[in-house]
């Protein structure tokens, strides 16, 4: 089970859509809990949430920068060719893509590499994939890859 999965078996009144993205599930909870932007147990939920997503994302990934295998890993998914020989050249291709962190989590079936932040932002914002930023969770190889998108007059990544 994966730790969204965990999350959302939190909440026994909601029904997890499986083939629907977490970060549309995450909205649908909140609209079905009434949940504002300043209520406790939405601060709370959203945390746990974005950790959740970002532990998903390690367990695929790895958190660990020094491992050459995560970012060739990385690398293979993001289509980097050829997959560099060293880790910080690694980084740099990696650095260099734009990618829906919710289909790299997700849906890797599904990954497409976008030409600029704005494409990636557009493409997020339509299809509700939007992956929280704000997680303790998120660091090691993660923070390569997220990118700041402005959503509903908030900062955001994806």
């Avoid at 599930?25 to 601060?43: C, I, K, P, Q, S």
């Avoid at 532990?55 to 993001?78: K, P, Q, R, S």
């Avoid at 600029?116 to 929280?132: D, N």
């Amino acid at each position: 089970m994966s730790h969204v999965s965990e999350f959302f078996s939190s909440y026994p009144n909601f029904t997890l859509n499986p083939d629907a993205p977490p970060t549309r599930e995450f909205a649908r909870l909140r609209r079905l809990n009434h949940w504002e932007d300043g209520d406790e147990e939405y601060v709370e939920a959203r945390e746990r949430f974005a950790d959740a997503v970002a532990e998903d994302f390690n367990v695929a990934y790895g958190t660990d920068i020094n491992n050459i295998d995560h970012w060739h890993a990385l690398c293979h998914i993001l289509g980097v060719e050829p997959v560099p020989e060293s880790i910080s050249a690694c980084r740099k291709a990696v650095k260099s893509k734009h990618v829906n962190l919710v289909d790299l989590v997700y849906h890797q079936d599904k990954v497409q590499v976008f030409p600029s932040i704005k494409a990636l932002a557009k493409y997020s914002k339509k299809q509700g994939k939007i992956f929280p930023k704000d997680s303790a969770k998120a660091g090691g190889i993660l923070r390569y890859l997220l990118r700041p998108i402005l959503y509903g007059g908030s900062h955001s990544n994806t």
